[in-house]
């Protein structure tokens, strides 16, 4: 077997089988991403507010070219160098490393906030979801499962240095956060309508943020809705109830950590 066929066999390694929901791998990775976090936490809380911005900042990048890795892997090897945009990086999971790494070149503090708070709300939120039931997470290829678990792992990681730079701010609002995520779901649903009329093949299209006007969401619960209801429907309930949730986070955040908030 030449050198290029072992390469190829390596990073396209597979598991014996694709890991379970809540097996060994899957809780091993909820421990460690806890564990990780939980240390990181304590190691920056006292740092100035200058510092974890730049630390917030340098976290997006790196999770930006982790995208760029994950990008070429896929194309490479899960693909088989055929266009699939299926892994097209604007899922609602994917803000939170354009948000890290675009905060710390907004000179207003507000639209600092709006960032921050998507990291501490939205980001949170969905990656919590994404980690306790990463159904699109858990694959056969085990460099894909890994990167899955370190980039939502570094999710958290940024939604805590934004709850400490929050910390140490006032007048901290909810609904410009509100404006920010509709303005990237509505990005999204053209991403997905644009790539459906191109290309018309639902296994290669997008599916950005669950919400594509071409198929019934593919996330339980919300695809029987999106069969009895209609897809928009269904698009208009799902992303209001992220709203909701999201929202929910704010208030405890601001009930425990937050000074004054409006």
Same mark, same amino acid.
């Given at each position: ?159 805590? &240095?934004?709850? #400490?730079? *929050? ?6 609002? @909810? ?5 920010? +995520? $509709? /303005? ?51 698009? &208009?309930?799902? #992303?209001? *109830? ?6 929910? @986070? ?5 009930? +425990? $950590? /937050?000074?004054?908030?409006?």
């Amino acid at each position: 077997m030449c050198r290029k066929m072992i390469y190829t066999e390596y990073m396209g390694t597979l598991f014996q089988k694709t890991p379970e929901l809540f097996g060994i791998f899957h809780i091993s990775a909820l421990i460690i991403t806890i564990l990780g976090n939980t240390v990181l936490f304590h190691a920056l809380k006292d740092k100035k507010e200058a510092f974890l911005l730049k630390f917030l900042h340098s976290t997006g990048l790196f999770m930006i070219l982790m995208e760029v890795f994950k990008q070429w892997y896929c194309f490479e090897y899960v693909f088989q160098k055929q266009l699939n945009l299926w892994f097209f990086p604007w899922q609602l999971c994917s803000m939170a490393m354009y948000c890290a790494f675009f905060v710390s070149y907004l000179k207003d503090e507000r639209r600092q906030n709006a960032l921050l708070v998507f990291l501490s709300t939205f980001s949170l939120f969905s990656d919590i979801i994404a980690l306790f039931l990463p159904y699109d997470m858990l694959r056969p290829q085990i460099v894909l499962t890994v990167h899955s678990f370190l980039y939502h792992g570094l999710i958290i990681s940024c939604a805590l &240095i934004a709850i #400490l730079i *929050l910390k140490k701010r006032k007048d901290i609002r @909810f609904l410009p956060t509100v404006y920010l +995520f $509709l /303005f990237m779901a509505l990005i999204a649903f053209a991403i997905n309508g644009i790539s459906h009329a191109l290309l018309n093949d639902i296994y290669i299209e997008p599916n950005m943020f669950y919400i594509t006007p071409a198929y019934p969401t593919t996330q339980p619960v919300f695809h029987d809705i999106a069969i009895k209801y209609g897809i928009f429907t269904e698009i &208009i309930l799902y #992303l209001s *109830l992220i709203i909701l949730a999201s929202y929910l @986070f704010f208030i405890i955040e601001r009930r +425990f $950590l /937050f000074e004054k908030v409006r």
